[in-house]
Nanobody, 119 residues
Framework: QVQLVESGGGLVETGGSLRLSCTAS????????MGWFRQAPGKQREMVAIITSGGVTNNGYSVKGRYTINWDNAKNTVFLQLNSLKSEDTAVYYCYAKIWNPPLENDYWGQGTQVTVSS
């Protein structure tokens, strides 16, 4: 069973930065995309940023201009840096991976890591 192991997060000050990482393991199949979603209390899960195996990125509107996402293909690890943090960035952040399991593409999720932005 594919496993997504997240690290980073915790308590961060307003205006600061956070760095999250996620490693996909227990798979030898092609990983098509990796990235991050988040869910704040009482809100729907939303995309933060995604990067494809081809290096194409996409992001949620709320983080535009404040993020960097990178993927170490050799280590099946995706990194997210989010800058200029605001209280609205407080949420549980979930790692995401889309993996090619012929003939299907399957979505996988990490367990989530709490990020709290405090002044």
């Amino acid at each position: 069973q594919v496993q997504l192991v997240e690290s980073g997060g915790g308590l961060v000050e307003t205006g600061g930065s956070l760095r999250l990482s996620c490693t996909a393991s227990r798979t030898s199949n092609s990983i098509l995309a990796m990235g991050w979603f988040r869910q704040a209390p009482g809100k729907q899960r939303e995309m933060v940023a995604i990067i494809t195996s081809g290096g194409v990125t996409n992001n949620g509107y709320s983080v535009k201009g404040r993020y960097t996402i990178n993927w170490d293909n050799a280590k099946n690890t995706v990194f997210l840096q989010l800058n200029s943090l605001k209280s609205e960035d407080t949420a549980v952040y979930y790692c995401y991976a889309k993996i090619w399991n012929p003939p299907l593409e399957n979505d996988y999720w990490g367990q989530g890591t709490q990020v709290t932005v405090s002044s």
